[in-house]
């Protein structure tokens, strides 16, 4: 099993900025992707960005420019930088993770969510 376990939520006011991190633990796995989704208030859940293990992002075009996807192999980590938040940006982030884990003598490939952190954008 892999657990992604997230923070930096909270509340910001429009123009301003905040850092999530999604840390994935387990033992055995090998993570593939790595993404950010969201899910405002009534909406369905929709892909922010997204990172392979070698790099190349991709964004929602509605975050072009003001957001950036990162990662840190050697710590399992995912950050996501957002600035010049804007009240639409509000909504709860989860996390997402591409895993293989094995169980020997078979990997076996999972997604994984992790539990989700709110983020509002008001003055």
């Known amino acids: 099993q892999v657990q992604l376990v997230e923070s930096g939520g909270g509340l910001v006011q429009p123009g301003g900025s905040l850092r999530l991190e999604c840390t994935a633990s387990?033992?055995?796995?090998?993570?593939?992707?790595m993404a950010w989704y969201r899910q405002a208030p009534g909406k369905s859940r929709d892909m922010v960005a997204t990172i392979t293990n070698d790099g190349t992002t991709n964004y929602a075009d509605s975050v072009k420019g003001r957001f950036t996807i990162s990662r840190d192999n050697a710590k399992n980590t995912v950050y996501l930088q957002m600035n010049s938040l804007k009240p639409e940006d509000t909504a709860v982030y989860y996390c997402?993770?591409?895993?293989?884990?094995?169980?020997?003598?078979?990997?076996?490939?999972?997604?994984?969510w992790g539990q989700g952190t709110h983020i509002t954008v008001s003055s």
């Open positions: 387990g033992s055995d796995f090998t993570i593939y992707a």
């Open positions: 997402y993770a591409d895993v293989s884990i094995m169980t020997f003598p078979i990997r076996s490939r999972y997604a994984y």
